[in-house]
């Protein structure tokens, strides 16, 4: 007759053949190596300030210019998580979007000012 449920694990004791500690913080083995985790924080820090700029844009009314800037400098930060083979976070993806918005924006309102003008109803 056999046990109605299978019997306890035992892990090898330390110190025995069959067990080997973790190894010490700071060794190679766990996380990003430093040069990419540096590179990950510099990426990060850029995403952060150009995400600011174009909010601030927005309140101080430059954001016709500094839109089609914030649209490349994201698909540029996408580009290096990529090349890093890390998914891009996202601020990146808010950055792009951001960009996006703030450009087709400001076209779109610079067609309407030039077709106002040519109609004549801003003289």
Sequence with gaps: MQPPYPPPWNP???GS?????????GQP?????????FALTQ?????????VIVGVSWFVGLMWAVGPFAWW?????EREYLALGVQPTN???LLRILGMVT?????????????????????
């Design 91 to 93: 601020n990146v993806k």
């Design 43 to 51: 990426l990060e820090q850029r995403t952060t300030t150009w995400v």
């Design 73 to 77: 400098q994201g698909t540029q930060i």
């Design 29 to 37: 083995g766990f996380g990003l190596p430093p040069a990419t985790s």
């Design 103 to 123: 450009s087709i924006l400001a076209i779109v309102g610079f067609v309407v000012l030039c077709a106002a003008i040519a109609i004549g109803i801003i003289a």
């Design 12 to 14: 090898p004791p330390y």
């Design 17 to 25: 053949p069959g067990y080997q500690p973790p190894p010490a913080y």
